[in-house]
């Protein structure tokens, strides 16, 4: 056992009462999922990794991944033992194919309940939950752009977990800027099946190399002769680590090898490779120079599994300090006799920390999962405007999700670290592990600052800035249920406060983009997490909501979910207020220095 203990009331209750599951199975295209069944997975999905994955993710970070030089062959990446074990039994189970297309083996369950196995697994260790997770976006680039012949090569292994899936982007010289990608791809002469070779260097490469599993499927992107520059001239290639004999079976090593792996700040029991394609065979996936295309169709979906580990960890890191404040004795609370030792969840400032925490914990488990929802109601929908209308929220949502959910990770991860004091600051205890862990989470899958950028860029111009006046009338009308019910009337109000302050730096950023493009960007970071933490309220006020009409759970249950969005919405909410200003304010003060001036 581990000292981890799966939320499954918490994931039940903002599935049920905030991210409408009941709408979702409604539809027909999910209406072979029922409400038994999605609980059932996720109480045995909790018991897995309660089990059998939470207590390796000290293995993860203690251990690591290792890489060995090869003896005669290709170097080879070791991960922890324990790693090997708790995989083997994730395949065996047949978790990692349940949200995917039953044509391949997958047992098609809305997208909501992925994010709940997902969930599960990277708060049990966010290392290993990576394998599964790169596997993920792999399955829907080729499940959108593969052909037939590709997608029964390769969907079925990789939808068990048997194989997995790697996405090969970045570059030494290609990071954020993707079109600057140089690896080269070539016909081969004479092939009867259309391959290609491909030559370059990736880096960054998550899992590219491991012992998990006999497979690895890459998934490269590539120019091939005479593309043009930038991004509309890369394809995507699938390069598998063993070429595929015509019976399914593994025949001989391809070009494909890990030079080396990244020593990191955290994550250590995940490899992140250093990858070599030499003369590799590959085969277009899609069509020429739609790699980016091609990348961008698992791109909501991986960024919102980026914001999900934001939570995870959260949760990981806040049990810990949990236990921790319960049981470490220090001073004497006020009410206790005088020469005694009081636990220091007596304290107020820990108790403040605690419950920040908490609050949060339970803001961005409400974001990602409506986030997911919306995702699924898309997915489902038959008429254009109601599929148009849930893509949008859908849209608006992810740079919320990604990029709110681990900055905000980031700050309670260091909290749990400050409750345990001194304590906190030595790695034997191991509650820094979750702070170095999810440090990553705010530059990899499009840094924050992109997420921003694409937010006031992209999303606050659909529809003219529609999409998010929209929600934010509905957070007005919430607001005002929310008003009725006794003890919430504070809430309601900085709620409605919160959402006047949204509208009018909307409004200005509205204006502003048409004639101040640098004025738009430098706003961009504080906007979205006056727009994000504007969001979570209106959610919590759903869940508040919810809980005081007396959803079917434990009396202390509900009293617990109302306490934790009434402290949300009350002391953290207004911070909304101060963030107006660097909103609305020109970049000038942003480049009045030189760089020498701010030495």
């Not at 070599?276 to 091609?294: I, K, P, S, Y």
């Not at 990899?444 to 999409?467: C, F, H, P």
């Not at 009396?555 to 002391?571: H, I, M, P, R």
């Amino acid at each position: 056992m581990s000292d981890y203990t799966p939320p499954t009331d918490d994931i039940r209750f903002v599935m049920n009462h905030v991210a409408d599951l009941d709408g979702i199975l409604s539809t027909e295209r999910f209406s072979h999922v029922d409400t038994e069944s999605i609980d059932a997975v996720v109480d045995e999905v909790a018991r897995f990794m309660a089990d059998e994955v939470a207590p390796t993710n000290v293995d993860g970070d203690r251990i690591g991944a290792q890489w060995h030089a090869g003896d005669g062959g290709p170097a080879t990446v070791v991960t922890p033992p324990s790693f090997k074990a708790a995989y083997d039994k994730w395949v065996a189970s047949g978790f990692g194919a349940m949200p995917f297309d039953p044509e391949y083996g997958g047992a098609d369950f809305p997208w909501i309940t992925a994010i709940a196995v997902q969930e599960m697994f990277t708060t049990s260790n966010m290392a290993l939950s990576l394998c599964p997770l790169l596997t993920q976006g792999a399955i829907d680039a080729i499940h959108a752009h593969g052909s037939d012949e590709q997608k029964a090569a390769y969907l079925p292994k990789m939808m068990t977990n048997e194989w997995t899936g790697t996405m090969n982007l970045t570059e030494p010289q290609a990071g954020s800027d993707v079109g600057a990608v140089t690896t080269k791809a070539e016909p081969i002469e004479g092939s009867a099946d259309g391959a290609w070779s491909i030559t370059g260097q990736k880096i960054y490469i998550t899992y590219g190399e491991h012992d998990l599993a006999e497979q690895i499927i890459h998934l490269v992107l590539a120019r091939t002769p005479g593309s043009k520059p930038g991004t509309k001239g890369i394809s995507m290639f699938v390069v598998p680590k063993f070429l595929i004999e015509d019976d399914g079976s593994l025949g001989e090593r391809n070009g494909a090898e890990v030079v080396s792996i990244e020593h990191k700040l955290g994550i250590h029991g995940s490899p992140t490779c250093v990858m070599q394609f030499e003369n590799a065979t590959g085969w277009l996936v899609g069509d020429e120079h739609d790699g980016m295309r091609n990348m961008f169709t698992m791109m909501n979906n991986a960024r919102l599994s980026v914001g999900l580990q934001g939570l995870s960890v959260s949760d990981r890191a806040f049990q810990q300090s949990l236990q921790y404040a319960q049981d470490r004795e220090q001073g004497t609370a006020l009410d206790a006799p005088k020469g005694t030792s009081s636990p220091i969840i007596e304290h107020p400032d820990v108790r403040r920390m605690l419950m920040t925490q908490r609050a949060w914990i339970d803001a961005m488990r409400a974001l990602i999962y409506t986030n997911a929802g919306a995702l699924d109601r898309a997915d489902a929908a038959t008429d254009a405007d109601e599929q148009s209308s849930w893509r949008e929220l859908a849209d608006l949502l992810i740079p919320l999700s990604k990029s709110l959910c681990t900055d905000v990770a980031n700050e309670m991860t260091s909290l749990a670290v400050q409750i345990h004091g001194g304590m906190g600051y030595v790695e034997e205890t191991g509650v820094a592990q979750h702070l170095r862990d999810i440090r990553i989470g705010t530059i990899y899958e499009g840094t924050n600052g992109i997420q921003a950028a694409d937010l006031v860029g992209r999303k606050l111009a659909m529809r003219s800035g529609g999409v998010i006046t929209d929600l934010l009338d509905e957070f007005d009308v919430r607001a005002k249920e929310l008003a009725g019910i006794d003890g919430l009337a504070t809430f309601a109000d900085r709620l409605a406060e919160a959402v006047s302050t949204a509208r009018e730096a909307t409004t200005h950023l509205l204006e502003t983009a048409g004639s101040d493009q640098r004025s738009l960007l430098a706003a961009s970071t504080p906007y979205l997490r006056l727009l994000g933490t504007t969001v979570c309220a209106g959610l919590l006020a759903k869940s508040a909501i919810a809980a005081s009409n007396g959803a079917d759970y434990p009396d202390d249950f509900l009293a617990a979910k109302v306490t934790s969005a009434k402290f949300f919405g009350e002391q953290i909410l207004p911070t909304t207020t101060g963030l107006l200003a660097a909103v609305m304010s020109p970049a000038d003060d942003l480049f009045a220095l030189t760089a020498d001036q701010m030495l």
